[in-house]
């Protein structure tokens, strides 16, 4: 089993739609999750950090589940300019190791 | 200001080359990062500087040299490359290593 999977994808989606990603990791002692967007042949940009008491930013919204061992990352109200593909980045601080997810490609269509 | 930049943006090597890719950053990090990216797949870690000192090296081949000469700069050194390293080659920072990472644009590059 890979260490962190998400949503194979590719999501179409119209605008204005809600989507919503899942990632799942496998080590139970990662401390540490991020969620990142990253356009064509460009470096991925930090979207938001995922805290234990979940977090909103604007349209979307992050949620961790510990017992379960995935975060999800939830887009209101798609805009095209969404149109990415989405990393989930976990950290596990025992083994100071950081791995990103392979990545949901998003298209947000008119 | 969450700027990492780096230097070539792109560069095309011969096998027998030796070049070097550059990262600066100013916000104050102390752990800098070099990852590789090939196309559709995610950033894969190669080496973590915390404290201007080497904390991880992934088992990447000694054709790739990192140097940290001080807190803000990172280099990666390239000797003898081979035509599957060619990559974007992507630089990051962190406040310290457990934080969140910001990315440069990277060095898209060639081996010929």
């Known amino acids: 089993r890979k260490e962190v999977e998400q949503d194979p994808g590719p999501f179409n989606v119209p605008e204005g739609a809600t989507v919503a990603f899942n990632c799942t990791y496998s080590?139970?002692?990662?401390?540490?999750f991020f969620w990142y967007r990253q356009d064509c042949r460009k470096e991925p940009k930090l979207l938001m950090s995922v805290y234990s008491s979940g977090n909103e930013d604007g349209r979307f919204t992050a949620q961790l589940n510990r017992a379960s061992q995935y975060i999800s990352l939830l887009i209101r109200d798609s805009k095209l300019s969404d149109s990415a593909t989405y990393l989930c980045?976990?950290?596990?601080?025992?083994?100071?190791?950081?791995?990103f997810g392979p990545g949901t490609r998003l298209s947000v269509l008119p | 200001d969450t700027e990492v930049t780096q230097t070539p943006k792109h560069l095309v090597m011969g096998m027998t080359n030796k070049k070097s890719l550059k990262c600066e950053q100013h916000m104050g990090h102390r752990a800098m990062y070099w990852y590789k990216q090939k196309a559709k797949k995610p950033p894969e870690l190669m080496f973590v500087?915390?404290?201007?000192?080497?904390?991880i090296n992934e088992s990447v081949p000694s054709r790739f040299s990192p140097e940290c000469p001080n807190s803000s700069l990172l280099n990666l050194h390239l000797h003898a490359l081979q035509p599957e390293d060619s990559a974007l080659y992507l630089c990051a920072s962190s406040q310290v290593q457990d934080y969140e990472q910001y990315f440069g644009p990277g060095t898209r590059l060639t081996v010929t």
């Open positions: 080590n139970s002692a990662s401390q540490s």
């Open positions: 500087y915390s404290y201007e000192k080497l904390s």
């Open positions: 980045a976990v950290k596990d601080n025992y083994g100071q190791n950081f791995v």
